[in-house]
């Protein structure tokens, strides 16, 4: 699979052998190769350690395409195989079996990848239940149009730089401003704006991490944000979440054990079980990060759709170990693409230069659009819409849910999500990507509990969306269908 002079001496076998892709064979090219690559590392024949060929030479070796040797790796990676060294290229990680999930991952040729385009494009015809947007005319379509319309009046004079490198300096201070009266003191140099919540924590991977960390993050947690630890080299450890908050006796234990560099948070409504952390559980919370040193970075993107009063590490810490990160994508529109990371003054420049290396600035029309929608006298009064609107769907969802035999799995405090399932499998082969596949198939996109989960979970269970799942009698029909009499 790779020259003889491009395998390095130590752990690699001595020749790379080319798969057996069948392309007759039903599934994916994807599928065929994870599903070998797993075997191999199963039957010791990769060892930990063992260095992958690059993406180029797999895809020349074994005549694929790169993309479909970047998906391959991916896959891997997401499971726990393979792992990732900036500059390095792929190792194997694990030698004990990681391999069963690769496998099942791969015997399952409709199940769908938490990034799978459908998800995130909105142009699918499938009805998007597992999806993390809200339906547009639930944004209020008018504030986000005319906000747009006013941003594309931008003076001339600024379109000859690239913008300023922080952010929208309006924006910005807007942003201070509302922070400082709702929440915490704040100085609009202590905001970088981002492309949305995810730039975010790259940012912030980029700038505390190196290769080797170790990663807290909630488990069940948010989705893309484990494949992008494991993209940096850095290894996530999933601290359990429940109805009632974290695991503090996990957190703890782990902690002095794996010296984390830093932690994920949904402190608020938090993806995918709608959940809040108690005051007395986020001061904990803090206590434990001072005493394994280690940084608190509070996704914190819900917070308009919550209750005013909820936990906010950020306003307890007051910026000194915690990361607060912000996004407009759930209360304006995803495709507008902002977001925001408050930070205290020391840290702030060396992410600042770590987004200029990354990208040098963001979209400042984006930035502009965003500042007129939510300085508009309508907006306040559509996000209290909006609230109202998740809460009767979110009941309703519930409802039906229900009556199809599925029960949630922790009761909601607001937002847009209600996580439920079944205890047992509807047959003993059947894990969350095989339904998910068949549901793929009747027309819906389902997002399993594998999408949010480091753990092997005992239960299968789904996050829907409320604004598709509670009026759509073909969901509720084909989970019936699923669960049988």
Not at 89 to 116: H, Q, Y
């Amino acid at each position: 699979m790779t020259d003889a002079e491009n395998i390095p001496v130590g752990n690699e076998p001595a020749a790379w052998p080319v798969l057996a892709i069948d392309r007759s064979k039903r599934g994916s090219l994807v599928d065929q190769i994870v599903a070998a690559i797993a075997q191999m590392v199963n039957r010791r024949e990769l060892r930990v350690g063992t260095k992958m060929p690059s993406v180029r030479q797999f895809a020349k070796s074994n005549g694929v395409s790169t993309f479909t040797v970047v998906e391959s790796y991916d896959r891997l990676l997401n499971v726990g195989l393979l792992s990732s060294r900036r500059g390095s290229g792929f190792f194997v990680a694990r030698s004990e079996t990681a391999a069963a999930p690769a496998l099942a991952l791969a015997a399952t040729p409709t199940a769908i990848d938490a990034l799978t385009p459908d998800l995130y494009s909105g142009v699918s015809d499938a009805l998007p239940v597992g999806a993390g947007w809200l339906p547009p005319e639930w944004y209020g379509e008018t504030t986000i149009l005319d906000a747009v319309r006013h941003a594309m009046k931008i003076p001339a004079n600024r379109l000859r730089g690239y913008g300023h490198p922080l952010g929208f300096p309006t924006l910005r201070q807007h942003l201070a401003s509302t922070l400082t009266e709702d929440l915490f003191a704040v100085e609009p140099d202590q905001v970088l704006l981002t492309h949305g919540a995810t730039h975010a924590f790259d940012l912030i991977l980029r700038t505390l991490t190196k290769p080797g960390d170790t990663v807290f993050v909630e488990d069940p947690g948010y989705s893309n944000l484990t494949s992008l630890i494991r993209h940096h080299g850095c290894v996530p450890v999933g601290i359990p979440r429940g109805a009632d908050g974290l695991d503090f006796a996990v957190l703890a234990e782990r902690a002095a054990a794996l010296q984390p560099k830093l932690m994920f948070v949904n402190t608020v409504l938090q993806n995918p079980l709608g959940t809040s952390l108690p005051q007395a559980q986020a001061h904990r919370l803090l206590g434990v990060a001072e005493q394994f040193d280690f940084w608190l970075v509070e996704d914190d993107i819900y917070r308009e759709l919550a209750a005013p009063g909820e936990a906010s590490l950020a306003a307890m810490d007051g910026l000194r170990r915690v990361i607060r990160v912000g996004s407009f994508s759930k209360t304006l529109s995803p495709v507008l693409r902002v977001g925001s990371i408050c930070a205290s003054n020391s840290l702030v420049p060396e992410l600042l230069r770590v987004k200029m290396l990354a990208g040098l600035t963001t979209s400042e029309i984006n930035e502009r659009a965003v500042y007129h929608a939510v300085s508009a006298r309508p907006y306040k009064r559509m996000v209290e819409r909006l609230t109202d609107q998740l809460k009767t769907a979110r009941e309703r969802t519930t409802e039906r849910l229900l009556e199809a035999g599925m029960a949630p799995i922790a009761r909601p405090r607001g937002g847009m999500f209600v996580s439920a399932g079944w205890q047992r499998a509807p047959t003993p082969e059947w894990n969350g990507k095989v339904i998910a596949g068949l549901a793929l198939k009747a027309g819906i996109l389902l997002s399993p509990n594998e999408f949010f989960m480091l753990r092997p979970s005992e239960s299968i269970w789904f996050r829907f969306n409320v604004a598709y799942a509670g009026d759509s009698p073909a969901l509720i029909d084909f989970l019936t269908s699923v669960k049988g009499p």
